[in-house]
């Protein structure tokens, strides 16, 4: 593990690193945020799974979460959302595709499957490496996300139960196989069996699955995404359907950006800390 | 004017916007933040000069200032640091000179004489827009700013005493007369007669000023160009053979970025708030 850069932040740590990954055969960067707290005792850690394009900089950079993180003492991370220069064909071709654009699943079609495995690498090969080297409480894990991280982070709670305390997302895809973003990332990473697609799809997911995790998501009204591709109407209903929680709030006025989700970071991670510090 | 995007936050409104400016004879890009106490009055407004390479949206994207802003009912102004895109030779040679590095000053060698002016630009015209299109309180004005745009708000706050309520600087410049970013800029906009360079130079300003304005001051001391560029040592010296007010605080462990701005911020904010509000 390199560390890339080091920041002092609200009188924590934030790192910057970078390692050989296992399962995505090709070099991953990531950043950790410690919180003063950890000078002392092990701490809770929220991962934030970020949006199309995004490295593990955005977050870090345009949230403003690190100062919500230091007055609870608790950890983040956040992570690239792929592998990058590879050199595969159509790599760097489209922003919702490939590089950039991993969608936290595990590809099976090549040549995606022997680099792109980012379900696996975000629900254990990532926090693995974080427990070794951070003063991490690993019994007190919570995730979260934005946009396609949004999407990953529901999806990774809701296949994972007992694993995270809790979940929230910022504007998620939440039902990728009902929009051109997820049928374009699923069928070039998964093929075009939809059977498979489902263990991905945050709204085929409440149907299935054995947790009862609350989900609390924020949803900006004037999201330019928010008819063709977040469509949070979907959740309502499905969770409705199945009497999953589900606090949904929705934002008059707010659109897509960071500006959106550094109004709404405190509430979320004063969220995760009540569930995380319990 | 023309607005090229907005965004809400926290419960305000930011746009950004561009204009043909006729001081610098050329096209000038801006970002403004109205907090949301500005939907029934006018508020006071916070001026924010960027560092070397920013536009406007650094400080609106990564330093968390919005939040502060919002709470005490203050506008937020932040604008390019030159004119771009202009042809003129060596524009975008180096990251210290030209384009994105105007330096604050009024340049009166060619050809930056003729779209340089961003002192004037910062004192009068930007202002100007400012209070005819928005809902401002144009007697309740301060500034601040960051490295380059520290020293731009320390001798535009010097050099007219009574226009700003208050001013703070992080990691200024403060002797650029004294170090290799500002003889290169001061030569270059300014020519070799150093007599004029003291105009621009917040410590020659200190001892010759009419204004007693206190200086807040916030250093990082691992700043990566604290001994070569910064050198508060000479604010600290002068301040004291002048018997200037003077609030300098160091702070170990931190660098130049912006996450040591924004764990400092909220103080800013408070600071300027105590004095726009009063």
């Known amino acids: ?17 970078k390692h050989d990954s296992e399962v995505n055969n090709a070099p991953m960067t990531f950043a950790v945020y410690m919180p003063p707290q950890a000078k002392k005792k092990r701490v809770p850690v929220l991962f934030y799974l970020s949006g199309l394009t995004c490295t593990e900089e955005n977050f870090m950079a345009k949230a403003g979460a690190q100062q919500y993180a230091a007055k609870h003492g608790i950890a983040l991370v956040s992570m690239d959302t792929s592998p990058r220069d590879l050199g595969l064909p159509g790599e760097e071709d489209s922003y919702d595709f490939g590089a950039g654009a991993g969608f936290y699943v595990n ?28 003063r991490i409480d690993k019994d007190r894990v919570s995730i979260f996300g934005h946009s396609m991280g949004g999407h990953g982070a529901l999806v990774i709670a809701l296949r994972n139960p007992g694993k995270y305390r809790s ?7 939440v039902a990728p196989m009902h929009n051109d ?14 059977e498979t697609w489902k263990q991905y799809d945050t709204c085929e997911l409440v149907k299935e699955t054995n947790s009862n995790i609350p989900l609390f998501v924020d949803q900006g009204m004037k999201d330019e995404f928010l008819t063709d591709y977040l469509q949070p109407e979907r959740l309502e209903a499905v969770c409705q359907e199945q009497n999953h929680p589900l606090t949904l709030r929705k934002h008059n006025g707010y659109d897509h950006s960071y500006y959106f989700i550094s109004t709404f970071m405190e509430d979320h991670i004063d969220y995760h800390a009540d569930l995380l510090l319990a």
Chains 1, 2 share one sequence.
């Open 1 to 17: 593990m390199e560390t890339l850069k080091k920041h002092r932040c609200f009188d924590g740590q934030l790192g910057f690193y």
């Open 107 to 134: 590809a099976t079609e090549q040549p995606w499957a022997r680099y792109y495995q980012m379900y696996d690498y975000v629900v254990d090969e990532l926090p693995a490496l974080i427990f070794e080297h951070f």
């Open 167 to 173: 979940v929230s997302a910022f504007s998620p895809i």
């Open 181 to 194: 973003w997820g049928t374009k990332a699923f069928s070039g990473y998964l093929g075009d069996n939809k």
